[in-house]
């Protein structure tokens, strides 16, 4: 383990192996199902878990100290933006957990910087970032100096 | 081979491991190089890739000079005393001034931030620490990414950079293979961030058998942005400032927010507070300047963290242990239950899944501590990394040739844990930093200082070679045996991780033996480092994947080369609760408050350490504030 997969879930449309960070998530050649090859580069990130469409994919914790019994299940939302955890202790009580995942609908809040208006020279020429000094206090003031602080580096042991 | 070499030619800007540092770095590059080629190399998947791949449940820097809350030279104060005076205090304010408006991008992209009702300010966990649902945190960062690179290449691990040839010490790109086709990748590119993150697994984790990557930090960090840049003769600094962190038990769930905004506390096993009791000790082998529990109490100075690493070890090594996480109390709240559980749940997933088997409800038990194993990187509470120019307006002259957050080898850049001595960026800073990397880039080509670069085909073939050999090397002699892993021709790379766990771990202050080495046993160490080098030659990867271990496996071995050199270098405890040199046990202000810079001959393998000095930005006091404990 830690994760596996229910074989009669999995269509192998692989979806875990395509997010999986570790790159263990593979497809058996012969069942065309998905199973982690290597449980001991796994962290448990529930990536591979949230990603799967068939909810095909489980996790049982770590053989070198966890028990057997428990469960952790989850559903990520994108189009409510929503994620629900279910956790099952192993004598049996339940907890369940809901939270949001954004504020705003995918895909569309992000601006395309190649399209917003090019900096000038000045801006180059100066320390500032994109939408600064504006987004740094929402205000028009501006980025701090050393000098502005009445600050100067100096070398040596003070403390 | 049957492997087709793919070239992309003419890129400007290579981001190498597309993080937080990466994503940061794409999303600016297009603001400044509107013109400009863009391309992306990435191990995983950008969407879920990195150290923040399962999410974060706060962004732990960031200032709030929009609500009045703190100023840049703040942020310098608090991460200086935190790593004993050993920061880049140039970098640190340049990072702090800038992270207010990324962190109000993240918002205004979706992130959900909390805000408190009252005042409507961002809900703080502590006074540096704002509270997010950050379970998607990555994807979000990645869409801006995706809408600002040309090409972004998912799945290639990069294992070289090009150098020119044309000009000494200037970069051309960057070489990798793409680890589900097995392609050979060829990026020749003008200038290249490398963001590709810390390391975890140089050092034997606590955890053995299935669980043997159940560590702090991800798995998947290879501490390639080290290999890469180390190969590349790049200097680095503070690479021995390794950290170790109290972590709740096994799952290594972070204690931040349990400490921060449940208020939890620790106890050992008698139910008494602890850390106190070894203040005094302490205060012998760091001085007061550094340890001073009233000042502390009255101001905002945390208590470092290493320092409270030293209480709790020495607790457990006397007999109390296990020190436990009072968590009963808080736990009582409904609302601060949840958020207690939250807070695994949108970032270390692992730490429900143990608590569900091992039935641990925190609110009717108190769950017990450890310490990590140490994980060696830039962006936490340490700063290895490489050592890299700081903005003009800001910087001393042994601080800054030129272009932000470049390195030592022209048009080569870094950010997030790449950089050394920056710590407590986290998250938010990471990402400003490559921004910051990104407009240097972006002026370092306009001022033509990448005009000219040559790559011939010969090295591009030479790497080739290298990149495939263990897959070579194993079909040359896996037909020596009959069957399983005994092969006395090659090692594979899970053998070779586990020698190179082993050794850091005897030799170079591992958990096995409480953090503690000296110089003889550094130096055989370090002896028994190069013989694992020469066996790295005859690393086998029986397919792709096992080629993506073996590299991984060659980066952290270039890493733990390093730490084991700094550490030899530095003839001082500084960081005591990180690790300790036995032979040196005092802090020693008088010789060593200094940066420590190595430099690896890419030719001859030889090392060159040097002393840079340290620089002071701000006076030690400010007016009192909240008490604070550092976040760790
Ligand atoms: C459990 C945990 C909790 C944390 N909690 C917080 C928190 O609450 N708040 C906070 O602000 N910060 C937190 N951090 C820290 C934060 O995650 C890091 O500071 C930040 O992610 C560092 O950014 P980076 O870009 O340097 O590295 P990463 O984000 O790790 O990115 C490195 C990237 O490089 C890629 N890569 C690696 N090798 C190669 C290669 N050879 N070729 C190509 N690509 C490669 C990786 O796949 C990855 O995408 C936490 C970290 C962990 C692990
Ligand atoms: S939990 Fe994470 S590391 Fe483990 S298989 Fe799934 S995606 Fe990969
Ligand atoms: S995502 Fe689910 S259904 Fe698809 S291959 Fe993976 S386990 Fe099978």
């Not at chain 1, 914790?61 to 279910?86: M, N, Q």
């Not at chain 2, 937080?20 to 190399?41: H, M, N």
């Not at chain 2, 998607?136 to 040839?165: G, Q, W």
């Not at chain 2, 793409?178 to 993150?197: E, L, P, Q």
């Amino acid at each position: 383990m830690p994760t596996f997969v229910y074989m009669t879930r999995c269509d192998g449309c692989g979806y875990c192996v395509d997010i999986c960070p570790s790159d263990i998530m593979h497809i058996d050649e012969t069942t065309r199902r998905a199973y982690n090859i290597e449980p001991n580069m796994c962290w448990e990130c529930f990536s591979c878990v949230k990603a799967c469409p068939h909810h095909a994919i489980d996790v049982r914790g770590y053989a070198d100290f966890a028990p057997l019994g428990h469960s952790v299940r989850v559903d990520r939302d994108e189009e409510r933006g929503t994620i629900a955890w279910k956790i099952k202790f192993r004598d049996g009580r339940e907890k369940e957990f809901l939270s949001p995942i954004t504020t705003k609908p995918w895909g569309k809040h992000i601006p395309q910087l190649a399209d917003v208006p090019a900096p000038d020279k000045s801006m180059r020429d100066s320390q500032l970032l994109f939408n600064e000094p504006k987004y740094i206090r929402m205000d028009e003031g501006d980025l701090h100096t050393l000098e502005a602080a009445g600050l100067k580096l100096k070398e040596g042991v003070y403390y | 081979m049957a492997y087709k070499t793919i070239v992309e030619d003419n890129i400007d800007i290579l981001v190498c491991g597309a993080g937080l540092g990466g994503t940061g770095a794409a999303w600016e590059a297009r603001f400044w190089g509107q013109d400009k080629k863009v391309v992306i190399a990435e191990k995983a998947n950008i969407d879920r890739s990195g150290a923040v791949a399962q999410g974060l449940y706060a962004i732990n820097c960031y200032m709030g000079t929009r609500w009045g809350e703190n100023n840049p030279e703040d942020h310098v104060r608090y991460a200086r005393i935190d790593l004993m005076g050993m920061v880049r205090e140039d970098l640190l304010f340049d990072m702090a001034r800038h992270v207010d408006s990324t962190v109000h991008q993240f918002e205004e992209w979706g992130l959900p931030l909390m805000r408190d009702p009252k005042t409507g300010a961002y809900q703080r966990e502590g006074r540096w620490q704002i509270m997010i649902h950050g379970e998607s945190y990555k994807p979000i960062v990645a869409e801006a990414a995706k809408k600002s690179a040309d090409t972004i290449y998912n799945r290639i691990c990069v294992t070289h950079l090009l150098m020119d040839e044309s000009k000494e010490n200037r970069v051309a790109g960057a070489v990798g293979f793409n680890v589900r086709t097995g392609n050979y990748h060829v990026f020749k590119s003008k200038t290249v961030i490398v963001a590709a993150g810390g390391a975890s697994m140089i050092f034997k984790p606590r955890s053995v058998g299935e669980g043997a990557g159940r560590v702090w930090y991800a798995p998947w960090s290879s501490g390639s942005a080290y290999g890469l840049l180390i190969n590349a003769g790049a200097k680095m600094t503070q690479m021995e400032n390794r950290i170790v962190l109290a972590r709740f038990k096994d799952g290594y769930g972070p204690v931040g927010a349990y400490f921060l905004h449940l208020k939890t506390r620790t106890q050992n096993c008698n139910g008494e507070e602890y850390e106190s009791k070894w203040w005094p000790q302490l205060q012998e082998m760091v001085g007061k300047e550094y340890l001073d529990p009233e000042v502390s109490h009255r101001t905002h100075r945390p208590i470092p963290t290493c320092l409270r690493n030293h209480a709790f070890l020495n607790e457990v090594n006397a007999g109390r242990g296990p020190i436990h996480m009072v968590t009963m109390e808080a736990f009582q709240d409904p609302h601060l239950e949840e958020v207690g559980w939250e807070n695994f749940l949108g970032m270390t997933v692992g730490q429900a899944v143990l608590w569900a088997a091992t039935d641990v409800d925190p609110k009717n038990e108190n769950p017990e501590l450890t310490t990590s194993e140490p994980y060696v990187m830039g962006s936490h509470a340490t700063g290895c990394g490489a050592w890299c120019s700081g903005p003009e307006d800001v910087s001393p002259p042994e601080y800054f040739w030129g272009y932000n957050r470049m390195t030592s080898v022209e048009g080569l850049f870094g950010a997030g844990d790449a950089v050394g001595g920056t710590p407590h960026a986290f998250s938010s800073g990471s990402f400003t930093e490559g921004r910051l990397a990104a407009k240097a880039a972006c002026k370092y080509i306009d001022d033509g200082k990448a005009d000219g670069i040559r790559v011939s085909d010969s090295q591009i073939n030479k790497r080739k070679e290298e990149i495939y050999k263990p897959l070579e090397h194993y079909k040359i002699y896996s037909n020596e045996v009959v069957a399983g892993s005994v092969n006395p021709n090659f090692i594979n790379p899970r053998q070779g991780l586990d020698r190179l766990q082993k050794l850091m771990d005897e030799y170079c202050g591992g958990v096995t033996v409480s953090y503690m080495t000296n110089e003889k046993l550094l130096n055989i160490g370090l002896k028994k480092m190069h013989i694992l080098e020469e066996d790295l030659d005859k690393l086998a990867a029986e397919d792709i994947h096992e080629l993506l271990r073996a590299w991984e496996l060659k980066h952290r071995v270039r890493t733990a080369e390093s730490v084991f050199q700094h550490t030899l270098f530095r003839k001082e405890t500084r960081w005591p609760g990180y690790y300790y040199r036995g032979d040196y046990m005092k802090l020693d202000d008088k010789n060593w408050h200094h940066l420590t810079v190595s430099r690896r001959d890419p030719k001859t393998g030889e090392y060159t350490m040097e002393k840079a000095p340290c620089y002071h930005l701000v006076d030690k006091d400010e007016a009192p504030a909240e008490p604070e404990k550092a976040e760790a």
